[in-house]
């Protein structure tokens, strides 16, 4: 029982005032983007507020975050609708039931995730590649609204198709949706800008609603929801084949780890502010009972969502009571208030989705990551300074032209592939003295005024040692060794976190062909795990198994031994290449 309701415990009664006011207004902002939601899942809107209660108590029972607000999100709505259209025509009869399958299918992944504590998997979706996935989603899901924004019939294929035949299609558009539309969104987006704390959304729905009514606007070619089941939903497991759920599966988990990865970022913000811890392990068991419950429920995958946490946050929330208010609420409105979103505009609607992804398509921080990387770091690191941009980049790109999912996979390869390269090519710097110090050593391409020994050069690995980037330090270590006046190489092995048998192996062998060139190799500074594996493999070179506390020392001992032939000219120390 100490698993149940983590959230609850040490309850303060003073927190209840606020957490029925954050409870409130968030139930006004999710019910609006619920059904907004469902129709990007490509199911009833009403299936956007079935997903909802479960989800919220189920999460509140398991997940560890006291302000996360789990329900129906734009991205896995449109990572739903992309993988069960792959197996099912999006007209079918049987889309719900496939959509309500692929919920269950993604919260047992996260289940089984959770249990057996893989949290860490979040990590294998950076943040540049989600940035780019979410950039290509949004766009792909304006693109698909706004048909509905301008009164004319969609199509289908992949976000450049659908562009080119709205474009096609901008003469036949109908004035009176197109007025509805265009006055929702600026409902939505004007109250977000002027009057933060009102719930545009839910204002747009209600002024549509109320204009249909009025005026009569679905007898004048504006189309609207209809009708909408009212009562709770069938419980039970959805009417699909056993082979048809492991045919959901990758696509399932492909949800599941969007759908983490963005729960966990609006998960540990507002636990950063309020000063507890979120484990991630918890929060997959959260996310996985929260969907496994939404499909029992005949509803769609759900994740945790930051601009509800937010609005959850910022109205006052302590704990997850608001939530269980929020689904308390929900299911007065499945009960009660279905019959009212019947005449809503499905053009207000649309505008409703554009407005909640819109803020979503931040080119502004792929401009960051390309400014960022080749200004600041790309004369130091050359081609692969830019990993992280390439990679969102890629992710981009990857769902306008070839869809969701194998957008979000491009992206995850790129980003892997990308940094396997990184990690095979690592920086190897030359160290030289600090003017005005003795003891103080730093790269010269920061430091260009730094002092290098006449004698000697001083390099400094930036990374782990292991088996793919060996041969690219030991031809560093080559070409220094080559140059006229060295006789010895100080590798200060400080910024070497980890070290593989094989490197170590290279280091021994290099040492001794760097003897024969009559070029010494001292070690300076290795610690922890890279001593012990070099203890324990370095065995033929007398020198590496000396390990020298600072690079002034290492220097002294290179200077008190024979030079190498032939010694270069000069003495003292010289100014580091301009």
């Keep these: 029982m100490a698993w149940l309701f983590p959230s609850l415990r040490h309850y303060q009664p003073t927190w209840l005032r606020g957490d029925l006011i954050a409870g409130l207004t968030v139930w006004a902002v999710l019910v609006p983007e619920s059904l907004a939601y469902a129709s990007i899942a490509g199911v009833s809107p009403v299936v956007g507020l079935y997903a909802a209660p479960p989800a919220l108590l189920f999460y509140a029972l398991f997940g560890s975050s006291r302000h996360l607000i789990v329900g129906p999100m734009s991205a896995t709505a449109a990572l739903s609708a992309a993988t069960v259209a792959d197996l099912i025509a999006p007209a079918s009869q049987d889309f719900a039931a496939f959509t309500a399958a ?7 992944a996260a289940l089984l995730a959770g ?8 990590n294998f979706i950076s943040e540049p590649v989600l940035k780019g996935f979410i950039i290509g989603l949004a766009l792909t899901i304006i693109i698909g609204q706004v048909p509905k924004l301008l009164g004319v019939s969609g199509s289908d294929g992949d976000f450049f198709e659908k562009l080119f035949d709205v474009i096609g299609k901008l003469g036949d558009t109908q004035g009176a949706t197109l007025a509805v539309g265009l006055g929702s969104l600026a409902v939505v987006l004007g109250l977000r800008r002027i009057a933060p704390v009102v719930p545009g959304s839910l204002v747009a729905v209600a002024l549509g609603v109320g204009a249909v009514e009025l005026f009569n606007l679905d007898q004048h070619g504006v189309e609207i929801v209809g009708h909408i089941d009212s009562g709770l939903p069938s419980i039970g497991v959805p009417d699909v084949s056993v082979h048809d759920f492991g045919a959901l599966a990758a696509g399932g988990i492909a949800v599941m780890l969007v759908g983490f990865a963005e729960g966990l970022g609006a998960a540990k913000t507002y636990a950063a502010r309020e000063h507890y811890e979120i484990d991630a392990n ?9 969907n496994v419950t939404s499909g029992l429920a005949s509803g769609m995958v759900v994740n945790g969502s930051l601009s509800k946490t937010a609005v959850n946050g910022g109205a006052g929330a302590h704990s997850q009571v608001s939530g269980l208010v929020v689904a308390v609420l929900t299911v007065v409105t499945l009960l009660f208030l279905t019959g009212l979103f019947e005449q809503l505009p499905e053009a207000t609607l649309a505008a409703v989705v554009i407005a909640a992804v819109i803020e979503l398509v931040d080119i502004g921080a792929l401009v960051t990551l390309h400014r960022v990387w080749s200004v600041r770091l790309g004369e130091a690191y050359g081609p692969a300074a830019r990993p992280d941009f390439l990679a969102a980049v890629a992710a981009l790109l990857g769902v306008l032209v070839f869809d969701t999912l ?42 260009p005024d730094n002092r290098l020994p006449d004698h000697a050069t001083i390099l400094r690995v930036e990374a782990g040692l292991f088996f793919a980037n060996a041969d690219v330090v030991r031809r560093e270590l080559r070409r220094h060794a080559a140059e006229d006046h060295v006789n010895a190489i100080v590798l200060d092995a400080e910024a070497i976190p980890f070290v593989d048998i094989s490197a170590a192996r290279m280091l021994n062998d290099a040492a001794i062909e ?12 290795d610690v922890g795990q890279v001593r012990d594996v070099l203890r324990a493999v370095v065995d033929e070179d007398p020198e590496l198994q000396t390990v020298y506390p600072t690079i ?9 031994a024979p030079p190498a032939p032939p010694p270069s000219p000069g003495s003292g120390e010289s100014p580091s290449p301009q």
């Design 514 to 525: 760097l003897r024969a060139r009559g070029v010494t190799l001292l070690l300076v500074h």
């Design 102 to 108: 692929l919920a269950i299918t993604t919260g047992v």
């Design 282 to 290: 918890r929060e997959l068991i959260g996310l996985g009972a929260a």
């Design 406 to 447: 194998p957008g979000l996979f491009i992206g995850i390869a790129v980003s892997l592939t990308l940094l396997l390269y990184r990690a095979s090519r690592p920086r190897v710097a030359v160290l030289g003295r600090v003017p005005g110090t003795d003891d103080q050593y730093s790269d010269v391409r920061g430091r």
């Design 552 to 560: 002034a020392d290492a220097l002294a001992a290179a200077a008190a």
């Design 115 to 122: 249990i057996l504590r893989l949290g860490f998997l979040a």
